[in-house]
């Protein structure tokens, strides 16, 4: 083999090295674009959406779905798959300037959509409405805002026929085995979780909130 030729494989494969460092360096900045992309675009699509109440199946969702954190591969098939998922609201939060879809049932693709409900067909407004969000290291995306959270902001969900006002009564850093936080309640709550950390954890924040009212939409 000449060496001309061996100089020119030399280049080549030094410059698939820095290729290949740029693509991991940046990966996680590629990744939280696209998240953010996918959940503005549940966002829109529900509040395009003519005001009618969805019809959703009734499904046997005994077992709560093994819930990952997100990584490229995951989050690309989220995108770029057809969407398997049913938004059945909207969650804003005003003073953290957060607006999320909430994606009806827990699973990692709904995961990457926006807020999830803890059970598909959780009804708003009735008993403790629980919504789970991932916590990325960009705290911008999904429920990593919710962190700020504090007493007396104010919370709203919709379902396009009634708007939902929550009001925080407290936050805290509970054990991801905690689990009775979740259960139902005679009064109407809300109940946002999402982990402490960006990293592994197994402590979740959660805020608890109060309904303070509900106004039709006209």
Not at 62 to 83: D, K
Not at 132 to 146: A, D, M, T, V
Not at 149 to 168: F, G, H, N, P
């Amino acid at each position: 083999m000449s060496r001309r030729i061996k100089s020119s494989l030399l280049l080549v494969f030094i410059a698939s090295l820095f290729i290949v460092g740029l693509l991991l360096s940046f990966s996680p900045f590629i990744r939280d674009w696209f998240i953010g992309q996918n959940t503005l675009r549940h966002f829109e699509e529900f509040v395009e959406m003519p005001i009618e109440r969805p019809q959703l199946e009734i499904n046997d969702w005994n077992a709560i779905a093994e819930i990952e954190r997100p990584s490229m591969g995951t989050v690309l098939q989220s995108i770029f798959s057809e969407p398997d998922g049913i938004v059945v609201g909207t969650i804003t939060i005003p003073a953290l300037n957060l607006e999320l879809a909430i994606m009806d049932g827990l699973t990692n693709s709904h995961l990457l959509s926006g807020a999830a409900t803890l059970y598909p067909n959780q009804p708003m407004g009735n008993g403790n409405y629980v919504l789970f969000g991932h916590h990325l290291q960009n705290e911008s995306l999904l429920f990593g805002p919710i962190l700020q959270l504090e007493a007396d902001m104010d919370i709203y969900v919709s379902d396009k026929w009634y708007i939902y006002q929550y009001r925080v009564d407290k936050t805290a850093i509970v054990s991801e085995r905690d689990t009775h936080h979740t259960s139902n309640t005679l009064e109407p709550l809300l109940t946002l979780f999402t982990c402490d950390v960006s990293g592994p954890t197994d402590q979740r924040f959660m805020a608890k909130a109060s309904l303070i009212q509900m106004s039709p939409i006209e």
